[in-house]
């Protein structure tokens, strides 16, 4: 563990890096001192404005990438996209640029996708409404209702699946069948 004064070093350090007014969360301040390069060109949220969260796994569907711009608006809010591969987000999003036009987006990559490390991004977002998964790969999905695990139980935010569950509906029993002719 590092010492008192290093700990404080560090933190002036970002506090220098910070635009001045600014208000950045301690997950910020430990991404400045990491200093990684970003793959992605999306542009950052505004501080203190709403967040949604949108799964991105394989593919888009433009019907989820619709619903989520649409909901963005009314809200007022901006995207989060959670995916497990930067260089593909980029190659999925900028075909939808003017559909995203006005809607700041950033994204969280997963090295791995599982319900607890999706659930931790969303936990320590406390500005996120809510999540869309629209595809069966996408990572929000493992948060949706039914899915459970070794990591199961509540979803810190809402889940709202866009598209199907690609699970076919069970038939009702004959005697509902005979009940509703």
């Given at each position: ?103 700041a987006c950033e ?43 070794l990591f199961g ?29």
């Amino acid at each position: 563990m590092a010492s008192f004064s290093d700990q404080l070093k560090q933190a002036f350090t970002a506090l220098g890096q910070c635009p001045t007014g600014e208000v950045s969360g301690r997950y910020r301040m430990e991404a400045a001192l990491a200093a990684l390069p970003t793959t992605h060109h999306l542009t950052p949220p505004a501080p203190g404005r709403r967040l949604i969260a949108l799964g991105i796994g394989a593919s888009l569907p433009l019907a989820v990438l619709e619903y989520a711009a649409s909901v963005c608006r009314r809200l007022q809010a901006d995207l989060l996209l959670l995916c497990t591969d930067p260089q593909r987000l980029h190659a999925l999003i900028s075909a939808h640029q003017p559909l995203l036009s006005g809607i700041a987006c950033e994204a969280e990559e997963l090295p791995r996708v599982n319900r607890r490390n999706v659930a931790r991004i969303l936990e320590r977002r406390s500005r996120v409404l809510f999540a869309i998964s629209g595809t069966p790969d996408d990572p929000v999905r493992c948060l949706v209702p039914g899915k459970g695990g070794l990591f199961g139980g509540e979803s810190p935010v809402p889940v709202v699946v866009v598209g199907d569950l690609l699970e076919p509906l069970r038939e009702p029993p004959a005697r509902l069948q005979r009940a509703a002719s």
